[in-house]
């Protein structure tokens, strides 16, 4: 008996490693803190040979910028930072974020720098905190160049002084701020094939990035969606926006769609503002604003209460978002914002209050002042019988007539009793509802 040979089915080979590029164009905060830990994570688990993030960043917060350095350093796959390409920047927590890649690089054009820190909720802490503060930031800054074997006294006047440098005084320094400058990816990926990369536990490893295989992390739709909400203008306007249908809703009741979208507008902007550092005092000052505004559409303030409002719900807007250039909401937005605001707020409130003051038109009480026809002679203390409205009523000539009213006379209603009108002679007055009763004289009886 032949026995014939099993032959095993081809197997494909198994991908070769990858290199991951991650952008990271946004603010350092809690939600771009997430996606960076995301990208290393997935890293990490596919054995990449690198992960590459492209920076573009005025900076962020420290709490965020400290979570993300810490996982870049215990990262197994090697981690580079590309501050490009083109003109970008790495300010304030890029620039510690630079700083702590295993491979710090630049585009030609690109700036970093400036990382003097802060408080978070725009308060006065005053010089010695505040000199403390930027004190641990810079021992911080040391650190980082120390372990990467970079120029620290740079890194520290980064801190202390905000210096910002361009890509060619990062890399002349010496010792340098970065490892090298890169036109664009595919520059940057030539120039580091090959090259021996010296980890934090000082293990070397040498990259190989010569045809390997790219993917690019994105951030997922949630994250994108939380990132773009905790943008500090986008969090002002949605809160504004918020302020403005509430506002409508108020002074015009049942219009529901201003109530209903003013409503997620703030939903929105208070969920951002978990996000970003908010002060309280700056949100109770524009509270504040808004007693200020509805003072002055009730009492005659000679437009001091609406000033005072205006002043307070632009002072309230300036201290609400961090004082620092990472996270904060330009004057340019927020002046033309809040008097469009406070113009709106005053208009609508005057329109309510002038509609309210306006005699009723309709109902029992909207008869007071009109015409209408008698039907009968109507004596004095005693009762005939008019035509008005379209609609025929019992009626008595007031106290003060004392001559009989004829009929057809032409009559002005003075007030309502119940079913009972009080009313006078209208000599000479044409009534329109004169003529319509005629035509309804057979109609409803009162």
């Not at 890509?167 to 580091?192: G, H, N, V, Y």
């Not at 908010?278 to 609406?306: Q, R």
């Not at 019992?394 to 006379?409: K, L």
């Amino acid at each position: 008996m032949v026995r014939l040979a099993a032959f095993a089915a081809p197997q494909e080979p198994p991908p070769a490693p990858a290199i991951y590029i991650a952008p990271v164009d946004a603010i350092i905060h809690p939600i771009s803190a997430e996606y960076i830990l995301d990208a290393i994570d997935t890293a990490d688990a596919n054995q990449a040979r690198a992960i590459i993030f492209t920076l573009e960043t005025p900076g962020g917060l420290v709490d965020s910028t400290r979570t993300i350095i810490t996982r870049m350093l215990s990262a197994r796959t090697p981690v580079v930072v590309f501050v490009g390409p083109g003109p970008a920047r790495a300010a304030s927590a890029g620039f510690l974020i630079t700083l702590a890649a295993d491979v710090a690089v630049m585009a030609p054009v690109a700036h970093i720098g400036a990382a003097h820190p802060v408080t978070g909720n725009g308060e006065n802490i005053g010089q010695v905190m505040e000199e403390k503060i930027a004190s641990d930031l810079a021992a911080y800054a040391r650190s980082l160049a120390t372990t990467r074997k970079r120029n620290v006294a740079l890194a520290e006047e980064a801190v202390l002084k905000s210096r910002a440098f361009t890509a060619d005084e990062a890399l002349k320094a010496t010792p340098p701020l970065i490892d090298f400058t890169a036109r664009d990816l595919d520059d940057l990926l030539a120039q580091l094939d090959g090259r021996t990369v010296t980890r934090v536990d000082g293990q070397q490893v040498v990259l190989h990035t010569a045809n390997a295989r790219r993917e690019t992390l994105e951030m997922t739709a949630r994250q994108r969606f939380l990132s773009t909400l905790a943008h500090p203008q986008v969090a002002y306007i949605l809160f504004t926006l918020g302020l403005l249908g509430l506002t409508v809703e108020m002074w015009n009741p049942g219009a529901v769609f201003p109530g209903v979208a003013g409503g997620l507008c703030l939903l929105l902007a208070f969920l951002a503002f978990q996000v970003l550092p908010i002060n309280a005092t700056g949100l109770l000052l524009i509270v504040f604003g808004l007693f200020l505004l509805i003072l002055e559409i009730k009492l005659p303030g000679f437009g001091v209460l609406g000033v005072g409002g205006a002043l307070s719900l632009i002072l309230g807007s300036l201290i609400m978002m961090d004082r620092s250039e990472d996270i904060r909401v330009s004057l340019q937005v927020i002046v033309p914002t809040m008097l469009a605001v406070t113009g709106i707020f005053l208009f609508l409130g005057r329109l309510a209050l002038a509609s309210q003051r306006l005699p009723s038109v309709a109902g029992a009480s909207g008869m007071i002042g009109t015409l209408g026809r008698a039907l009968t002679p109507i004596p004095p203390r005693d009762v005939g019988r008019v035509s008005a409205h379209g609609e025929i009523w019992n009626a008595r000539v007031a106290e003060a007539v004392t001559a009989p009213i004829a009929d057809g006379e032409p009559v002005r209603i003075i007030s309502i009793e119940g079913l009972l009108l009080t009313v006078e002679p209208a000599p000479g007055a044409a009534s329109d509802h004169a003529a319509s009763a005629s035509s309804h004289t057979r109609g409803s009886t009162t």
